[in-house]
Nanobody, 124 residues
Framework: QVQLVESGGGLVQAGGSLRLSCAASGRAFRYLAMGWFRQAPGKEREFVAGIRWNDSGTSYVDSVKGRFTISRDNAKNTVSLQMNSLEPEDTAVYYC?????????????????WGQGTQVIVSS
């Protein structure tokens, strides 16, 4: 079992930055693929970014490429999402997720563990 706790959400003006963090406990973090998803009001949850277990690869949804960066620290059991040049369209609840795979899953169904989410609001 893996427990995930997100932090770092908040209110920011368009063009600003936020850094989300996810602390993991339980099963060996270093063997898990990690991802960030988001869900805006009235919309389905979507993949934002993912990172392989050994930091050998990352993936991003097109809308955040060049603005968001996912990273992990296997010594501290954390994964982060640095979000720059934020836009009102980035407003959503952001979820951290973990998958028991050496791959880099992109779909919700491929993730095994989820955090409770952290709210990000970007004002125009």
């Amino acid at each position: 079992q893996v427990q995930l706790v997100e932090s770092g959400g908040g209110l920011v003006q368009a063009g600003g930055s936020l850094r989300l963090s996810c602390a993991a406990s339980g099963r060996a973090f270093r063997y898990l693929a990690m991802g960030w998803f988001r869900q805006a009001p009235g919309k389905e949850r979507e993949f934002v970014a993912g990172i392989r277990w050994n930091d050998s690869g990352t993936s991003y949804v097109d809308s955040v490429k060049g603005r968001f960066t996912i990273s992990r620290d296997n010594a501290k059991n954390t994964v982060s999402l640095q979000m720059n040049s934020l836009e009102p369209e980035d407003t959503a609840v952001y979820y951290c997720a973990a998958a028991n795979t050496y791959g880099l899953p992109l779909r919700i169904s491929e993730y095994d563990y989820w955090g409770q989410g952290t709210q990000v609001i970007v004002s125009s």
